[in-house]
């Protein structure tokens, strides 16, 4: 079974523009999650979708997005880039209607912004 | 809000050495969650726990939910120079239908050859 992708890798971004990573769970994976990870602040939340559906959120500010298709398939947006948005930011998927089956991780997108 | 403690922030030990790590918290969670991350790599699961006092094996690792809920450890023994990596705690606590993981600042570890 093939594992959780994230396109692209590795982006290179200047302040003020936006960006938009992508997100393919693991097959039959409805449930997928975005991390934040820097080296300061560890793994943060920003959000949860399941079944199209926004389910949780961290405490990102707005320009902060996500979505997820009827495929599962999953993207976040951020717009007006900061320098302080350089990130790697991680998605996860399980397999879970209600938030009890374990997630795994994707490779992550390494976001710099310039 | 919740959050795990988890340190120190690095640890270097000699190869052939158990090395034990613990996570913290004030808060009781439901699961504890282990993870390793390699550089350039997403985490990847180790052990998970979902019950108090609950001990579990894989492998060379060892993990426990400890009695409180509100603390977990991970053993590594034997360690080998592929242990080398940042090794994350995750509590998780459900309310209702929804569940939050919160996730410690990881630990780096370091394997002398």
């Known amino acids: 079974k093939a594992g959780v992708t994230q396109t692209p890798r590795y982006l290179i971004k200047t302040r003020g523009q936006q960006v938009t990573l992508s997100c393919s769970p693991i097959s039959g994976h409805r449930s997928v999650s975005w991390y934040q990870q820097t080296p300061g602040q560890g793994l943060q939340f920003l959000f949860e979708y399941f079944s199209e559906t926004q389910r949780n959120k961290g405490n990102f500010p707005g320009r902060f997005s996500g979505r997820q298709f009827s495929n599962s398939r999953s993207e976040m947006n951020v717009s007006t880039l900061e320098l302080g948005d350089s990130a790697l930011y991680l998605c996860?998927?399980?397999?879970?209607?209600?938030?009890?089956?374990?997630?795994?991780f994707g490779p992550g997108t390494r976001l710099t912004v310039l | 809000g919740q959050q795990l403690n988890q340190s120190p922030q690095s640890m270097f030990i000699q190869e052939g050495e158990d090395v034990s790590m613990n996570c913290t918290s004030s808060s009781i969670f439901n699961t504890w969650l282990w993870y390793k991350q390699d550089p350039g790599e997403g985490p990847v699961l180790l052990i998970a726990l979902y019950k108090a006092g609950e001990l579990t094996s894989n492998g060379r690792l060892t993990a426990q939910f400890g009695i409180t809920r509100k603390d977990s450890f991970l053993n590594i023994s034997a360690s080998i120079p592929s242990d080398v990596g940042i090794y994350f705690c995750?509590?998780?606590?459900?309310?209702?239908?929804?569940?939050?993981?919160?996730f410690g600042k990881g630990i780096t570890l370091s394997v002398r050859p």
């Open positions: 995750a509590g998780r606590v459900r309310t209702g239908a929804n569940s939050k993981l919160t």
């Open positions: 996860a998927s399980s397999n879970s209607g209600g938030g009890d089956n374990e997630q795994f």
